[in-house]
């Protein structure tokens, strides 16, 4: 069993799915105390050996944290922050100091790296005020790093970036309708289908969504019996995906057929997650609640095999 002791605390991960030499995730932390932190956790699968860097995140808790595929230096961060005196969450693109971009970095055990952490450079904010909170930034998953998603309320919108991701523009969106005040709280771009396909969850739903059309393709009703907290798609198997809830299940779909999930998981006492890959490896990361497990897929298996433990406190 793997431990990595955070300082504070932390619910917000991703995988470095650009970084083709490490194994590599980022964790963003909350904490309305002090400064909040993206913590870069490296593992070294030779030697079973987790280490850590940490870069500074001054513009609020950390609720969501997503990595460019195209460029290891840039991630999406969704925050809170105060304004007028009520609290909006937001969303903003951030690049990582020169020195991470060329691989000069400290050496992750080198306490001054640790103890001064250097700034995030903020490119450019991800917020419309006229479409709500940010709950999530979603990057194309194929793509050149110039395309992302954030779900705002009860609203998709697909953004547009330049090339130094400075600045971002709105292409298209796409409303959740409906009766009562509908509003996402998880989604994933679909690396299937050239990359034409969301899955959104809000409340108990999973809905899926043409991004050439902005439409409705799909709705799984009553996909959990409590709030869908997350999903993610089989990267190999292009109709399959997975979904977690505060039911304390997990469920496999073939969106071919929505009436009944391929196979439930119940074994658990708190909700879980996602599951998080890199690129260059089998290993991945499933997050429960505050604790992420590794987990090795199974060879020509649509699930996976959870093989060891690492715990975030």
């Not at 999973?206 to 439409?215: C, E, F, K, N, V």
């Not at 991945?284 to 590794?294: D, E, G």
């Amino acid at each position: 069993m793997y431990q990595l002791y955070l300082v504070l605390q932390a619910r917000a991960l991703t995988s470095q799915t650009a970084e083709s030499d490490a194994i590599r995730f980022l964790v963003g932390t909350q904490s309305l105390k002090f400064d909040n932190q993206i913590h870069i956790i490296d593992f070294d699968d030779e030697n079973n050996i987790i280490s850590k860097s940490v870069l500074q995140h001054q513009a609020g808790e950390i609720w969501h944290i997503s990595a460019s595929p195209a460029d290891k230096a840039v991630l999406t961060t969704c925050y809170n922050k105060t304004s007028e005196s009520r609290v909006v969450t937001c969303g903003a693109v951030w690049r990582m100091p020169p020195e991470w971009e060329s691989g000069s970095h400290e050496s992750p055990d080198d306490p001054h790296n640790s103890h001064n952490p250097q700034n995030l450079e903020l490119l450019c904010h991800l917020d419309n005020s006229s479409h709500g909170n940010a709950s999530c930034v979603l990057w194309e998953p194929m793509g050149d790093g110039k395309h992302v998603i954030s779900l705002a309320d009860n609203h998709a919108l697909l953004w547009d970036l330049t090339e130094s991701s400075t600045q971002a523009t709105i292409s298209s969106s796409a409303t959740l309708e409906g009766k009562g005040q509908l509003k996402f709280t998880a989604g994933k771009w679909s690396p299937h289908h050239n990359c034409t396909q969301l899955a959104t969850a809000n409340d108990t739903a999973i809905r899926g969504w043409d991004l050439r059309t902005m439409s409705q393709i799909y709705c799984i009703e009553n996909a959990h019996g409590q709030l869908v907290r997350d999903l993610d798609f089989n990267p190999n198997k292009q109709y399959y995906l997975a979904s977690c809830g505060d039911d304390c299940k997990v469920k496999f779909w073939d969106v071919r057929n929505i009436n009944e999930p391929v196979k439930t998981l119940e074994e658990h006492s708190h909700w879980w997650a996602p599951v998080l890959r890199c690129r260059h490896t089998h290993t991945h990361l499933q997050q429960r609640y505050i604790k992420p497990l590794v987990i090795l897929p199974k060879n020509n298996d649509n699930f996976s095999q959870l093989v060891a433990h690492v715990l975030f406190r």
